[in-house]
């Protein structure tokens, strides 16, 4: 046996001796698409997708749309072209997903390329000709955005060590006694500066923000003990840690300036108001009753003295 026969024996088994090597190869055009369509599932048809067999293409509004360009009308398509249309949903269902898993990659890609970084904008041109991405290009994209996080880490970690330390324990025990149930916000009043709680639902739970007494202009808060500045805001530090050191003392200084409650800001009238500086219903409130109950003795010993 020559070489080729044992080649064709390797080849075909057993069958060697049923293959027409002499058979002429299809040249028509006819022939080729005969043999193609056998390949593609023979002479068996299906019911077209796109037109669901009625071999009309149908609006979304119910108007008729000619014939369907699928199957041209026939309603009955090759198994081919199902293989192709489920292949082609299978390839959308499969970049869907893949979007899904890459959100913060895919968002991290269009942030930079929107602001003008010609590698990702390349990379979104890659995107949408491949529907996906490689996994090096993945991977550059998650090293960059871990050298982003570590730059801005650090960066918060530097202007939180530059704030000023504010010892907000007073302020705190001042705000948690403090049981304002017909305000809407809290507010502490001093000559300088005025200081309210943020809400427990809001943005920064447990915050402290302040503002300039004189014209009501925010300034920062306090956020864990840290002073947080507003940029381009008046500086307060100063009276900030003036206040969170001694809140009554500069609730007195208040109240002795302006004749009014720290709490309110109404005018204080009544004598022992007066000299309390806080009046007699901010005082149960605030936890400021001890401040009234010293003011009323120390009226009550005066006009003792005077009487004697």
């Not at 023979?42 to 609006?59: L, S």
């Not at 041209?72 to 249309?85: D, E, H, L, P, R």
């Not at 007073?170 to 304002?180: D, G, I, P, S």
Request: hydrophobic letters at 40%; proline letters at 4%.
């Amino acid at each position: 046996m020559n070489q080729a026969a044992q080649t064709g024996k390797y080849l075909f088994g057993d069958d060697y001796e049923d293959v027409n090597f002499n058979a002429p190869a299809p040249t028509s055009a006819e022939d080729i698409q005969k043999n193609a369509h056998i390949v593609n599932g023979g002479t068996q048809e299906f019911k077209c997708p796109a037109c669901r067999g009625g071999g009309r293409f149908i609006t979304y509004t119910g108007r008729d749309g000619g014939p369907c360009f699928k199957c041209k009308g026939k309603g009955n398509v090759s198994k081919g072209v199902i293989a192709a249309a489920k292949g082609k949903a299978t390839k959308a269902a499969n970049e869907l997903k893949w979007r899904d898993e890459h959100k913060a990659e895919l968002a991290y890609m269009h942030k930079r390329a929107d602001k003008g970084n010609n590698f990702y904008a390349g990379m979104r041109e890659k995107l949408n000709a491949y529907g996906t991405l490689t996994e090096n290009q993945l991977k550059a994209i998650q090293t960059d955005i871990d050298k982003d996080d570590a730059f801005w880490k650090a960066k918060k970690a530097e202007q939180d060590a530059a704030r000023p330390d504010v010892p907000t324990a007073a302020l705190e025990t001042l705000f948690n006694q403090a049981k304002v149930k017909l305000a809407k916000v809290a507010i502490f009043r001093t000559v300088d500066i005025t200081i309210n709680k943020a809400k427990a639902t809001g943005v920064n739970p447990g915050a402290l923000y302040v503002k300039k007494t004189d014209g009501g202009e925010y300034c920062g808060k306090i956020v864990n003990g840290k002073w947080i500045a507003k940029w381009g805001a008046p500086d307060v530090t100063e009276a900030l840690q003036k206040v969170a050191a001694d809140p009554t003392a500069e609730a007195i200084a208040y109240a002795l300036k302006f004749k009014a409650c720290c709490c309110c800001g109404q005018a204080l009238y009544n004598p022992v108001s007066v000299l309390a500086v806080v009046g007699p219903v901010c005082a149960p409130k605030w936890g400021l009753d001890h401040l009234r109950l010293a003011a009323a003795k120390m009226l009550a010993d005066e006009k003792a003295e005077d009487q004697a």
